[in-house]
C-alpha cells in the first residue's frame, strides 16, 4: 500500500475496527503507514514479508531483522505501527507437479523458519508466520511452520484449484460452474456456440479452457469476449445439441465480484460478474466448507436490499430453476 490517499484509508479504516495488518517489504512504506496511523488515532499491524523464491513482493530473508527491527522500534516508541510477524507467499508453486510442489513449499518454509529464528534470536518475538494458499495447503500443514495460512480460492474450488493445483486429489469437489445456453449450431454439425465468454467464464494461463460438466462427447474449442465455442469430442461425429439446450461448464472465478447466498424453496448461490458477460454462475454449496456458507449468509442478508439484490434475483431465479430442473445442484444468476 504506497499511494498517500490510501494509506489514508487504511489508517482510519484501522480506528474503526478491531484489527487491521499490512506486510511491509519496505522502510519508508513502514515509516508512511506509521505516521498515518498515529494521525488518525489508530494502530496497524505489520508483518515483514519475504520473498521466498516467488521473486514479487518481500525483503531477502537476511534483510527480514532489519525491517522487523525497525518496526519493533515504532511500536515501542508508540508511532501508529505494531510489528506482529512475518508473512510469504509461494506463488510459484500452485501448478507444479505434486512432489515439485510439497519441494518447493518445504524450500519456502524454510526461509521463513530461518527468519523467525534470526528475529526471535534478536530478541524480538514472531507472533505470526503467514505463508501458503489453497494449492499448496495440505504441504503447508505437514511443514508446520506458518502459523497462519492466507488461503482463500480453494473454498469454491474453481475448475483451476482442482484440476491444474490437483485439489482434487485432497478430497475437494468443484463448487463453481457456468451455465451457458447455445445459441446457435452450424449446419454442418461441426460447432455450436454458447452466450457465455470470458467475461463471464473467466479465463486462467494457469488453467486452460473450461470444461464441459456431465458430457464427454463435447469439448470447448475456444472462448472469445461473450461466446463460448464448443466442437464434438470426436470430430467424426455432429455435433449433439440444438439452439437452446444449456450446457454446465466448469470455470474459474476470476471475474465474480458479488457472491450470496440467499433463500427460496433452497438454498441458492449468487453472484454477479465484474465482466458482466451472460451466462450463469452456480456452486454446488455441498462442496463449499461452513465458514463459507456463514459468509455466503451473511452477504445474502445484504443483497436483499430492494433496490440492490432481490428483484434482480428474483427475476432471474425461475429461469435458472427451470435450467436446472433435476439436476442435484444449486444455483445461480445470470450474469
Ligand atoms: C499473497 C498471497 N497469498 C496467498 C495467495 C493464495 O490465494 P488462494 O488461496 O486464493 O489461491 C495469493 C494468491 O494470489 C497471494 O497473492
Known sequence: MIDPRKIRRVALLAARIKRLRINVDNEENLHELAEAAKLAGATIEVLVEININHNRTGVAPDEALPLARVAHELE?????VKFVGIAGYEGHTP????????RETLASHAKL????????????????????????????LAAGIITE????????????????ANLANHGHR?????????IGVSNQGTHAMADAGFKSVGWHPFGGLPLVLDRPDLEVQGLSAEHL?????????PIQLKRGDKVYTRTHLLLHRHMARASLTRWWCLARSAGRGSGILGCDLDAAPQHLRSAQRHRARRVAHPRRGLPRLGRHLGSSRRALRGRNQSVLFHI
Open 76 to 80: 515501542l516508541a508508540g508511532a501508529g
Open 95 to 102: 501448478v507444479l507437479p505434486p512432489a515439485d510442489k510439497t
Open 113 to 140: 523458519a530461518a527468519a523467525r529464528r534470526a528475529i526471535e534470536d534478536a530478541g524480538i518475538a514472531v507472533g505470526v508466520v503467514s505463508g501458503g494458499g489453497s494449492s499448496n495447503y495440505p504441504d503447508c
Open 149 to 164: 495460512l492466507q488461503a482463500g480460492g480453494g473454498a469454491l474450488t474453481d475448475a483451476l484449484y482442482y484440476h491444474k
Open 174 to 182: 468443484i463448487g463453481a460452474f457456468i451455465v451457458t445456453q447455445v
Open 229 to 237: 465455442k464448443l466442437k464434438p469430442a470426436n470430430p467424426d461425429l
